[in-house]
């Protein structure tokens, strides 16, 4: 099946600073993807999306293309906050039987971000 | 719009007990997908419900089954609970059933269960 390999963390980084969370895929075809974000205590948000190759997510100052050369995802932002520690997932979408389908999701990249 | 409610938040149970976690979808959603997170295996897919119908399950026990209701409304259950159980439980709504198109998940706050 269709399965996705994201950086290990702890990710620590100084407010301001350049972000970047690495994400690689294996799939037949061209799935969906994505980026969640899981904030202390909560479940998961969608942060960004993309559907097709060279698209590129972006929300809340985050980026992310599409790459189906490379088959990655890497999440991206400029300049980090205090706000954004949290645990990012990358996920896509993976067909299983009758039609349906179900997210798969990497390990998750814990990122905290000092002041 | 209210979000997917989870209730409880939080559960404490012992071996061999069973449990029942139930989730509210956003109004309108039809299709409640279940998935567990543990610290080991991260988060897998448990199953999906769509119109009182569950369309699929993941690689999980028998002991893990659930339901939906004409109000969209699903439960889940484990019986015979394990330490393993342990786990955060999150669902995830939508207002189509997956694999239909452009259809985004969105997920609940997730019932923390631990099993001593």
């Known amino acids: 099946g269709n399965s996705v390999t994201q950086m290990e963390g702890p990710v620590t980084l100084s407010e301001e600073a350049f972000l970047t969370i690495n994400c690689t895929y294996t799939a037949t075809g061209y799935p969906s993807l994505f980026w969640y974000v899981q904030y202390p205590g909560e479940g998961l948000q969608l942060l960004l999306k993309a559907t097709k190759a060279d698209d590129k997510g972006s929300n809340k100052g985050f980026e992310a293309t599409y790459r189906k050369e490379t088959t990655s995802f890497h999440l991206e932002k400029g300049s980090v906050q205090v706000s954004d520690s949290a645990v990012y997932f990358c996920?896509?979408?993976?067909?299983?039987?009758?039609?349906?389908?179900?997210?798969?999701f990497g390990k998750g990249t814990k990122l905290t971000v000092n002041p | 719009k209210a979000g997917v409610t989870q209730t409880p938040r939080y559960l404490i149970k012992t071996r061999g007990q069973q449990v029942t976690l139930s989730c509210s979808p956003i109004?309108?959603?039809?299709?409640v997908s279940w998935y567990q997170q543990t610290p080991g295996q991260g988060l897998q897919f448990l199953f999906e419900y769509f119109s009182e119908t569950q369309r699929n399950k993941g690689n999980f026990p028998g002991r893990f089954s659930g339901r939906q209701f004409s109000n969209s409304r699903s439960e889940m259950n484990v019986s015979t609970l394990e330490l393993g159980d342990s786990a955060l439980y999150l669902c995830?709504?939508?207002?189509?059933?997956?694999?239909?198109?452009?259809?985004?998940?969105?997920f609940g706050a997730g019932t923390r269960l631990s099993v001593l």
């Open positions: 996920a896509l979408r993976d067909p299983i039987q009758g039609g349906s389908e179900k997210l798969v």
């Open positions: 109004s309108g959603h039809r299709s």
């Open positions: 995830a709504s939508s207002p189509l059933p997956t694999g239909t198109g452009w259809n985004i998940q969105y």
